[in-house]
């Protein structure tokens, strides 16, 4: 599986824009980018996950680099609920295909 | 549509007992992993099943053990119980099998081994 970096913490005010990172400079031409977070004391929650081309959902919007060595997790109006721990998750096609997660981002959001 | 739900929410056990814990994964999703949660190891796969076969299994004792029925629903079993199988469990469904697929999560089954 490819390893991933993100960094350990960012911090964002209410409603303004996000950009989380992610490089996966190993990933393989079959892994999908999938993101996920966790809020305290909840279980994981999907968030969205690509391929190649940029995706949208009504969470938010993956932009993923033209050579796929790394994405961005956007959101574009940070709420309080928006406080948890982002992970970003390669997936290989054919592979074991199980979730693993690292050690992700801490975003917390500031009122 | 009702999300992945998970009985029971909460559970003490004795060590040497065994548990059953059930999950009802997303209708119409025909997938469903089970994985347990422990600050100490993060998340960590235990098995998926899908179409009522286990497609995939992780790296735990014979102990652990599943199964999926035909409507998709499913429950993992732990027999002789050990104080190190404290745990959140949590299950997740997705409507096939493959990376190009999410997984949705319940909110988990709270396991205290005393």
């Known amino acids: 599986d490819a390893k991933t970096t993100q960094p350990n913490s960012m911090e964002s005010n209410e409603e303004e824009p996000v950009h989380l990172p992610c490089n996966h400079s190993?990933?393989?031409?079959?892994?999908?980018i999938h993101w996920y977070r966790q809020l305290p004391s909840q279980g994981p929650e999907y968030v969205i996950h690509?391929?190649?081309s940029n995706v949208n959902n009504r969470m938010a919007s993956l932009a993923i680099a033209e050579d796929r060595k790394s994405s961005t997790l956007i959101l574009h109006r940070a709420t309080l609920r928006d406080a948890a721990v982002y992970y970003c998750?390669?997936?290989?096609?054919?592979?074991?295909?199980?979730?693993?997660f690292g050690k992700g981002t801490k975003l917390t959001v500031n009122p | 549509k009702a999300g992945v739900t998970q009985t029971p929410r909460y559970l003490i056990k004795t060590r040497g007992q065994q548990v059953t814990l059930s999950c009802s994964p997303i209708?119409?999703?025909?997938?469903v992993s089970w994985y347990q949660q422990t600050p100490g190891q993060g998340l960590q796969f235990l098995f998926e099943?899908?179409?009522?076969?286990q497609r995939n299994k992780g790296n735990f004792p014979g102990r652990f053990s599943g199964r999926q029925f035909s409507n998709s629903r499913s429950e993992m079993n732990v027999s002789t119980l050990e104080l190190g199988d404290s745990a959140l469990y949590l299950c997740?469904?997705?409507w096939g099998t493959g990376a190009s697929y999410e997984q949705y999560f319940g909110p988990g089954t709270r396991l205290t081994v005393t």
């Open positions: 099943y899908f179409s009522e076969t």
């Open positions: 690509g391929l190649t």
């Open positions: 997740a469904s997705s």
């Open positions: 998750i390669p997936l290989t096609q054919g592979g074991s295909e199980k979730l693993v």
């Open positions: 209708s119409g999703h025909r997938s």
């Open positions: 190993t990933i393989s031409g079959t892994d999908y």
